[in-house]
Structure formats: structure tokens, C-alpha cells
């Protein structure tokens, strides 16, 4: 069955870093477009990444452009997200999705506060 275990979440001030990391299981790892969501209390979740079987990056929206970096190793089956100069705006619950696939995992809590 699929899964998805997101990881690497935490408290970080203003300006820190934090590198996210998703472990996939239960199907073709390297044949998806593997994506980066985000879903602030109150709020619609929202695409921050994402990156396709053939390392096609996309960002979005543009207020991470710079400052994130979506990346996967196929032999680990794994994507990551890598996160630069947080700001409070982007605490959030952050889960990875495989394209085209219905389900989510349990998802990593990112707070930027000092």
C-alpha cells in the first residue's frame, strides 16, 4: 500500500533553515511527479513544490522562489525540501503528495517564530 512519512519539521526562528524529507513506499517512486504542499491554520492547503520523474522542478507560489528547493533521490525514494530564510508566514503543516495519487500522509509542523 502506499505511504508517505514526511519528516524533519520543527520550530525554527526567523531567517533559519530546516530541510524536510519524504519517505515513499508502495509504488513506482521514480515514475511520479513527487509535489510539496502546505496548509497554514485556517487556510487552503497550497503547492509549494514540485518535481517531476525527470527532475522538472517547479515552484510555487513565488513567495518561496529562492528560498526553497525541492529535490529527490530515486534510490531512497525519497523527496526533500529544502527550506532557507523562513519567515513566520510560512508555518504550516507541510505534506508530500505523489501526482495523480489519493492520498496524504500524516504531514511534518513547521513554525517560524522567535
Wanted: charged share 15%.
Amino acid at each position: 500500500q502506499v505511504q508517505l512519512v514526511e519528516s524533519g519539521g520543527g520550530l525554527v526562528q526567523p531567517g533559519g533553515s530546516l530541510r524536510l524529507s519524504c519517505a515513499a513506499s508502495g509504488f513506482s517512486f521514480s515514475r511520479y511527479t513527487m509535489r510539496w504542499y502546505r496548509q497554514a491554520p485556517g487556510k487552503e492547503r497550497e503547492l509549494v513544490a514540485s518535481i517531476g520523474s525527470l527532475n522538472i522542478i517547479t515552484n510555487y507560489p513565488d513567495s518561496v522562489k529562492g528560498r526553497f528547493t525541492i529535490s529527490r533521490d530515486n534510490a531512497k525514494n525519497t523527496v526533500y525540501l529544502q527550506m532557507n530564510s523562513l519567515k513566520p508566514e510560512d508555518t504550516a503543516v507541510y505534506y508530500c503528495n505523489a501526482a495523480g495519487i489519493a492520498y496524504w500522509g500524516q504531514g511534518t509542523q513547521v513554525t517560524v517564530s522567535s
